[in-house]
């Protein structure tokens, strides 16, 4: 091997930070350093395969595709051997010199808040070849990319500690290997048995033959031994794979230590031939919510790998979902820009979308497995009633929701199961949104529903007012917010209130107190009123049944989009002892101060917030200063 002049480099600040937390804490399972580097062996050799449909010349005469194994036992040293489409020299210094993945620096920061076994983190985090360290104190790399002359290979080196080397060398076959100098403590790794179970455990369903330097002590000789099946398991019949073949697939496939929820496994033939395995994971990934990296399914055309994360075949909203999908009608040569725009590629999407849901809908009649799925990727499910409106009534059946009645926030109530336990006279599907659930639940907009025993449904995650947008009816039943004006509650209110007790106040001033408050606070409000939907609350705002709710507004602020003023209603609740006293007030200047505070203290249980909140307190302090001894009593519930 002729060795050209070496260059060192530094690791940057991140990896070096990794190889640190890996080579000291990261993982208690050992053997997933072998999982990692036959699955980036395979990666390369589909690589392969792909680039040389459009240029034969890269398999160089050797069709013969392998991932060899090699135990030097006398050297301490454990080899990974492939001929894919191997690397550059560029390729060397950019792939394994630095962790090329946004969000590494969030990853490290937040590794102390997550609290998973230690085992789970590196597969999730997409840094397969460091867990080489793990088990060697040295580790050095082989590798020239299919095609270029054997003088244009490279060799890099290192300890994991913070430098590595690269220099040219002459090497022969494409690919790439991998030395290992194993640490004293891992020599374990260098029998023969224990590969074999490792591969058996991870690798057995690799497409590609995964062998191994067996020795023979009949005729002292080395030979190579194929330790794994190399079938594709999607290409099996569904009655010869197992449980946990699938289960091993799919850790295989995302690097998951997890087992999936479910899955389902179908081959489609007749107008379009294709074969589907698709997983729901039991959890989420770190980037699920990161929009610069890509989500997706692997895409296969007749057994032959084309690209990862193709998203082209399923909605975003469902973009939790892994798997692959092997078509037979798709060309070997299509691009992402191709499957973008191909009519072809619209209606699997339609097909796998439909499918999906339908597995996930099998999973929701397990109640306990499909909690944990809600609580994984139920906010990532409310994205689909607005993504997907071909398939909304589908969406709408599994969503979950908090409610007012079951009084917990767990989300754990279908519609389904809220319009089963609707009133006689109710005539549409209540809720509420807030920034949270404590602020929800104690709105005085649910004191009319909590004394009727109405359920009013609780949305207190960020993206529920959005959705809403779009959930319109559930079976016939419309969705009304109860902060916002509508005639069906006042109806309600009358149908359900068989007692005849509502109190008339007995004030022929109350029309002209009205006209007080909106003299007083002009083009502040769109309209003054009373209401006796209210019981222990003096006043509060709704918005039209046009105009933009409150949570919206919220929405658009932080989105950093202008929103127009939300001119809102003050309902006043004549039978609260405030109201009483404060028409009672004969000082003008006294009932303008109350008149104000009646309508920053409502806007501050519908905003949470105040534009002027030390003017809002000021005002207190001067009531509670010249107050006297005669207090108020708070009506009984």
Known sequence: MNIQKKQTYTFKSETKELLHLMIHSLYSNKEIFLRELISNSSDAIDKLKFKAITSQKLYENNFNLYIRIMVDKNNNTLKIIDNGIGMKYEEVINNLGTIAKSGTKKFLKSLEKIKQTKNNLIGQFGVGFY???????????KTRFAGLNKEEGVLWTSDGKGEYEVSKITKEERGTEITLHLNEENKEFLEEWKIQTIVSKYSDHISIPIELNTYNEKE??????KINQAIALWTKP?????????????????????DPLTWTHNKVEGTQEYTILLFIPSKSTW?????????GIKLYVKRIYIMDEAEQFLPNYLRFVKGIIDSNDLPLNISREILQNNKLIQNLKKSLTKKVLQTINYLSKD???????????????????????????????????SSMLSNTPNQTMSLEEYVSNMKKNQEKIYYITSDNYTSAI?????????????????????????????????????????????????????????????KTVSNSNMNEFLNKIKKTLGDKIKDVR????LKNTPSIVITDANDMSTQMAKLFSA???????????????????????????????ELKNWIYLLFEQALLAEKNTLENPNKFISRINNFLINCKTNFITTPKK
């Open 238 to 258: 569904k009655s010869e794979i197992t449980e946990n073949d699938y289960k091993n697939f799919y850790k295989k496939l995302t690097h998951d230590s997890n």
């Open 530 to 533: 009373t209401t006796y939907k």
């Open 367 to 401: 109640i306990t497995i499909y909690q944990k799925f809600w609580n994984e990727f139920g906010l990532i499910l409310k994205e689909g009633p607005a993504e997907d409106l071909e398939n909304k009534n589908t969406i709408s059946n599994l969503l979950r929701f």
């Open 559 to 589: 989105a950093g989009q202008k929103i127009p003023k939300i001119k809102y209603i003050l309902e006043i609740n004549p039978n609260h002892p405030l109201i009483t006293k404060i028409q009672n007030t004969k000082n003008q200047h």
């Open 131 to 141: 867990s080489s360290f793990i088990v060697s104190k040295k580790v050095s790399v």
């Open 220 to 225: 002292k000789t080395f030979s190579w031994e």
């Open 442 to 502: 104690s709105s005085p907009h649910l004191e009319f529903f909590k004394e009727k025993n109405i359920d009013v449904l609780i949305l207190s995650d960020k993206i529920d007012e959005w959705m809403m947008n779009y959930l319109i009816e559930y079976n016939g039943k419309k969705f009304q917010s109860v902060s916002k004006d509508d005639q069906s509650i006042e109806k309600l209110n009358n149908n359900t209130d068989t007692t005849h007790t509502k």
């Open 287 to 295: 980037d699920i919510w990161n929009r610069e990296n890509k989500h």
